[in-house]
């Protein structure tokens, strides 16, 4: 369980408050969908969760445990995937798995174990000799998605997972995610495509100019608004809480 | 230190498999010894018949210059010295063919020649008797033959002056190569990996960052260290080939007369020399975007260094003390202490601390950095 008590981050270099007051209750064994417009300050919130980014006050909690404390234990049972985040290109999948496998002070059994399972779920199994920059965008973003996994975290943090990928790739992560709800594990995702909050996520929360202004489950969101729509929900909880100054050079891409 | 081997071993494999850093380390060296090689037979011969005239130098008395006969059609000349014996010859002005009388202590005076060179061989004898004779007749007009004098035949290459060109070049033959490498490697490591997405990756593994760090500047060192070792070997080489072909080669290797110790030491400074200079291109690489910028970035960084190995080119003779506590300068002073025989421990030592402090500080300052927000942004 993942609890984000009044998280604030205001970059030190040009005095922006990508997050003023962000507050979320994230449980295992569940999707957490994170929404907002783009400069809301969705990826600086999840970048604090994965430990890339200091908050400039508050706290986040991993199972009762305060993130500040305890990064590096905290890191190992994490993953962080973005469309930033890329792979050594002169590698192939089976070079990376022992890598990062070892950066993770996995044994060789339990590397060889892991990945075994993810790319044949993924596809990459005849690929796994071929050279990582060889490989087209759905296939680079799947060997990125089994890597991340490899070490088989606890918390599984997405920013637009599906992003730019067929509906065949997408239909292949969104599968994965699920069996990794069903096993348990936290997930929280970050996506401007609400068809796949309300088909995925069980909770969600919204941030609106770095406030969050809704936690709670995806079946109380529409309700609790007076609408009959996720979409409803979402644009008038924006509406109410949008400050009128335009949000120019922000920090951070959304 | 957890992870430290796995980053070192992954950098160390992307460096090999990434053919445009190879080109930097291994293609250019054997360009630039074509163009040695090739400079270097392209100068003239150069077996004595650039000397114009021949001399007997000394030291230690007050003597007019004057011009005491020829030999080869060539004028041969008797002139005074101010220079320290020591340091004249290892001078460009006292050639080869040349001979320098040490009066310094009239109870034991020094003939200084080369030789393997039959002019200076034959100067030597005339110097020798020249000496003889004066100190008969200072013996029977001053009565002082109860003081014991002697002359003392020094032969210049037994005396080990042969390194003076390599100990003048040195310096800047190994800083030049190992900036541009280092700021090259150490631009790629980090911003390079910034650039492509890869670092982050990393960042978020529990590998600790000064693991991470560390991981990243032994593998620039080394590769460095590696590539630079290259460039020498192969001029070296190249020196050879120009040997057998007879002619001296830009570079001055040709005349190299090293003892394992010296290799060594030499060595061991570089490898200090090469972890400061990591360090110090991993930090500014930390804050740059892609490897264009972090290159650019360290362009003043290499510059200082090659000045200051390019100042120490013009340097004879023993220095202050204070010159060993200007960094880069006082290892490039080592490097040439240690090839002309004439290196003294404590300054030996000042250097290696200074260093490994600097090294350290360097470090210190990248893992501060490293929790920077222009860097993980």
Redesign the interface.
């Known amino acids: 369980m993942i609890t984000i008590e009044h998280l604030k981050k205001t970059f030190k270099k040009n005095k922006v408050e990508a997050v003023k007051d962000v507050s979320l209750e994230i449980f295992d064994g569940q999707i957490f969908a994170l929404l907002g417009p783009n400069g809301a300050g969705k990826t600086t919130t999840m970048r604090m969760l994965s430990t890339l980014l200091t908050p400039t006050s508050g706290k986040i909690f991993f199972d009762g445990k305060e993130l500040g404390e305890n990064e590096e234990k905290i890191r190992s049972r994490i993953a962080f995937l973005t469309n930033e985040i890329r792979l050594d290109g002169q590698f192939t999948p089976d070079e990376l798995a022992d890598y990062y496998g070892g950066l993770y002070e996995m044994t060789s059994e339990k590397i060889n174990e892991r990945r075994d399972e993810l790319f044949e779920y993924f596809g990459i199994s005849e690929f796994r000799k071929r050279r990582y920059d060889t490989f087209s965008t759905g296939m680079k973003q799947k060997t990125s998605l089994a890597i991340c996994l490899l070490h088989d975290p606890d918390t599984i943090i997405f920013d637009e997972p599906t992003n730019g990928l067929d509906i065949l790739t997408q239909q292949l992560i969104e599968s994965y995610l699920l069996k990794l709800k069903e096993e348990g594990k936290c997930i929280i995702l970050s996506t401007h495509i609400l068809d796949l909050v309300g088909r995925m996520a069980d909770r969600v929360g919204i941030i609106v100019d770095g406030r969050s202004v809704f936690c709670g489950t995806v079946s109380e969101l529409a309700p609790s608004q007076g609408v009959e729509t996720i979409d409803q929900a979402f644009i008038k909880l924006y509406k109410e809480n949008h400050e009128e100054k335009a949000i120019i050079g922000r920090h951070g891409k959304e | 230190m957890?992870?430290v081997g796995?980053?070192f071993h992954?950098e160390m494999?992307?460096i090999i498999?990434?053919k445009s850093l190879l080109f930097g380390f291994i293609l250019l060296p054997v360009l630039t010894l074509f163009i040695t090689v090739g400079i270097s037979l392209l100068q003239p011969k150069t077996s004595g018949e650039s000397v114009e005239t021949y001399s007997i130098f000394f030291y230690g008395i007050d003597v007019e210059s004057y011009n005491i006969g020829s030999l080869d059609d060539k004028q041969i000349w008797l002139q005074a010295v101010e220079e320290e014996p020591s340091e004249f010859i290892c001078s460009e002005e006292f050639h080869k063919s040349d001979v320098l009388v040490d009066f310094s202590d009239l109870t034991h005076v020094t003939i200084y020649y080369h030789a393997s060179n039959t002019i200076s061989s034959y100067l030597k004898m005339s110097a020798e008797s020249f000496v003889r004779e004066s100190f008969d007749m200072s013996y029977k007009t001053q009565k002082r033959g109860e003081i014991f004098r002697s002359v003392e035949l020094m032969d210049i290459n037994e005396k080990d002056t042969s390194n003076r060109m390599i100990a003048m070049l040195l310096p800047y033959m190994l800083i030049l190569p190992l900036t541009a490498n280092i700021a090259n490697f150490a631009s790629d490591t980090i911003a390079g990996?910034k650039a492509?997405?890869?670092f982050?990756?990393?960042?978020?593994?529990?590998?600790?960052p000064l693991s991470l760090i560390m991981g990243k500047i032994f593998s620039v060192s080394l590769i460095s260290l590696f590539s630079s070792g290259i460039y020498i070997g192969l001029d070296v080489i190249g020196s050879k080939i120009c040997e057998k072909a007879g002619v001296e080669d830009v570079f001055g290797f040709a005349g190299v007369s090293v003892t394992v110790g010296q290799v060594l030491l030499i060595l061991l400074y570089a490898v200090l020399l090469c972890y400061l200079f990591s360090n110090l291109g991993v930090l500014i690489s930390l804050f740059c975007k892609d490897a264009n910028q972090a290159q650019t970035a360290q362009i003043p960084v290499t510059l200082l260094c090659t000045l200051a190995s390019m100042m120490s080119m013009f340097r004879f003779g023993t220095s202050p003390l204070q010159h060993y506590l200007i960094p880069v300068y006082n290892i490039c002073l080592i490097f040439q202490d240690l090839l002309n025989a004439r290196a003294k421990m404590g300054n030996m030592a000042m250097v290696a601390i200074s260093l490994l402090v600097l090294s350290v500080a360097v470090l210190i300052l990248t893992l501060v950095s490293y929790?920077n927000?222009?860097v993980?942004?």
């Open positions: 957890r992870g796995k980053i992954h494999k992307k498999k990434e990996d492509r997405g890869t982050y990756q990393v960042m978020l593994s529990p590998v600790p929790k927000e222009k993980r942004t």
